[in-house]
């Protein structure tokens, strides 16, 4: 992330995302395959580091071995080729996305940090600072499903909607996002216009 000003002065927050060049590997139609999406590669990979049936998957459509397979739902009347090169270019700045991204991993976390629980009392012989008191009715005898409690925190799946573009460098195919999107540095995200 970082941040850009307007004319007005104004600091905008943003985040920079490497965008492509991506290549359609499969283009997957409801007549062969029951559904219409296309099958999206990005980065290419060593040989070396891939196994013989992607390997095969690739050679037969006359392409490089890829690092990342994604696949994205299209309409059955959009046009998109085997072999075809996304760009940046499809996006137009002031356009609203839908970025998928696997947020960071925090491990095991208590409520107070996973849940936003309040804690209880710091003084006045309190024993029971960070834990979730209750959990939960007194006569069921059992723990209802959807229980706050400790757990895994993060490494999930997030969607964020309705991001907009501000700008894009189609030379090193960059696109500039308002805000934040889910993940790491250098974490890997699907990006798709807003419906």
Known sequence: MTRIFTDSGQAVPVTVIEAGPCVVVQRKTPDRDGYSAVQVGFEEAKRSRTNSPMTGHFESRGLRPMKYLREFRVEADEQFEEGQQLTVEMFEPGQKVTVTGTSKGR???????????????ASHGSKVHRSPMSAGATDAARVFPGQRMPGHMGNK????????IIEIDAE?????????VPGPNGGLVAIKPTQ
């Open 157 to 164: 799946k997030v969607t964020v909607k309705g991001l907009q």
């Open 107 to 121: 491990g095991f976390a208590g409520v107070i940090k996973r849940h936003g629980f309040r804690g209880g009392p």
């Open 172 to 180: 090193h195919n960059l696109l500039v996002v308002k805000g934040a």
